[in-house]
């Protein structure tokens, strides 16, 4: 008996190990050879393409690809429908699995619904990336990012609040009251 659910119209490939108490819904897809952490969430009609890591805690909401080359880490939330890339310049009839490009998703990061990350980028520890957006470079820890393309719109706390920097470059959760220091373009949580 496994340690954890999977919908009887689910796939399961061989070679992927997944974590204990992660719940797969309908018609999801997990092909060979991922590697799915404890505690996770994938939603219905969700496909996980081959070799793929997630973290712990990792929430994925329905009609999501999970292409080779993504890495996500623990509590990562990928909202409906958003959508990741592996190949920067795709042709049908070009052959190009060998220059797929890695997307690391850092920990604690949320992307919005029906948001695009274009392979090859990071997205860095707790950014939040808004629904619809199209990310095309680099995203720093803690940043918020919309639009299409997306362009960063300030920072947010580990509990997904904007944060208001001081003439100091320091902030205030105000769920949490943890603060953050903004110091040369970096955002980080002050212990």
Request: charged share 15%; glycine share 10%.
């Amino acid at each position: 008996m496994s340690d954890f659910f999977a919908h009887p119209s689910a796939v399961i490939d061989q070679g992927s190990v997944i974590g204990e108490g992660t719940k797969i819904w309908h018609f999801s897809h997990i092909m060979p050879n991922c590697q799915i952490g404890k505690g996770c969430n994938i939603g219905q009609n969700v496909v996980i393409s081959p070799e793929v890591i997630l973290g712990n805690n990792v929430k994925i909401q329905n009609n999501v690809s999970v292409y080779t080359g993504v890495i996500c880490e623990d509590d990562v939330f990928l909202g409906p429908s958003m959508v990741f890339t592996n190949v920067i310049n795709p042709r049908s009839a070009v052959a190009r699995k060998d220059e797929y490009r890695k997307t690391l998703v850092k920990k604690g990061a949320s992307i919005g619904a029906n948001a695009t990350i274009v392979c090859g980028n990071t997205i860095g520890a707790y950014a939040m990336i808004g629904a619809g957006a199209v990310v095309t470079k680099e995203v720093p820890d803690f940043a918020l990012l919309v639009g299409n393309p997306a362009r960063q719109l300030g920072w947010v706390s580990e509990y997904g609040h904007r944060l208001h920097f001081d003439a100091k470059g320091l902030a205030q959760c105000p769920e949490t009251k943890d603060h953050y220091q903004l110091l040369n373009g970096t955002v980080s949580k002050q212990i």
